[in-house]
């Protein structure tokens, strides 16, 4: 099956350790896209990928880190510089930058 | 930024009734895609639209790409208790050169 997987789908650190989260498809698309959900709030975007070994800052970067080194994985990296990283982080991906993305299933990350 | 009005923020319904929601901006865009968001899952594409006036079905939810090209509209009839979730407007602005702007959501609560 195509798709978007992600995990895992909760995760527990203590507060001051960096985390890594895993974001793989197999949709064979160029564009990949890591966003954050709080409760209540919309999808803020933190980094996008448009190709392989290129990716770009989105509206909240500080405190995350990426790397693109393969199609089909994009993992997200939440350092110890992000100051509230308590939420439900989202990967997605897309054909193309302009246009319509796919999501996978979601990480909840708990830093206690 | 682009950005887009998602309305209502939230509704309560009884199981049966029928719901509407909408987004606008002020600028145009060229495509407009509704998702669903479920507890603790990632967002769903239901309907994506791609031309004004176009009015697209998918089951008991209608969608439809306002003619200004300004806004859209979902309807969901004879809502059921499933149908509960967030549910986000998405857009592609014109031009062709701006990635996915997203609604802040509006959060479906069906009473049985």
């Known amino acids: 099956d195509g798709g978007i997987t992600q995990s895992p789908k909760y995760l527990f650190r203590k507060e001051g350790q960096n985390v890594t989260l895993s974001c793989e498809q197999n949709l064979n698309h160029d564009a990949m896209y890591w966003y954050r959900q709080d409760p209540g709030q919309g999808l803020r975007l933190i980094y996008y990928s448009q190709i392989v070994n290129d990716f770009q800052k989105g509206d909240i970067a500080e405190g995350y880190s990426v790397s693109r080194e393969k199609k089909e994985s994009f993992p997200l990296t939440v350092t110890s510089a992000q100051k509230n990283p308590t939420a439900f982080y989202l990967c997605?991906?897309?054909?193309?930058?302009?246009?319509?993305?796919?999501f996978g299933q979601g990480t909840r990350l708990t830093v206690v | 930024g682009q950005q887009l009005n998602q309305s209502p923020q939230s509704m309560f319904i009884q199981e049966g009734e029928d719901v509407s929601m909408n987004c606008t901006s002020s600028?145009?865009?060229?495509?407009w895609l509704w998702y669903k968001q479920e507890p603790g899952e990632g967002p769903v594409l239901l309907i994506a639209l791609y031309k004004a006036g176009e009015l697209t079905s998918n089951g008991r939810l209608t969608a439809q790409f306002g003619i200004t090209r300004k806004d859209s509209f979902l309807n969901i009839s004879a809502s059921i208790p499933s149908d509960v979730g967030i549910y986000f407007c998405?857009?592609?602005?014109?031009?062709?050169?701006?990635?996915?702007?997203f609604g802040k959501g509006t959060k479906l609560t069906v009473n049985p």
């Open positions: 997605a991906s897309s054909s193309g930058l302009y246009t319509e993305a796919f």
């Open positions: 998405a857009g592609l602005p014109r031009g062709g050169s701006e990635k996915l702007v």
């Open positions: 600028s145009i865009f060229n495509t």
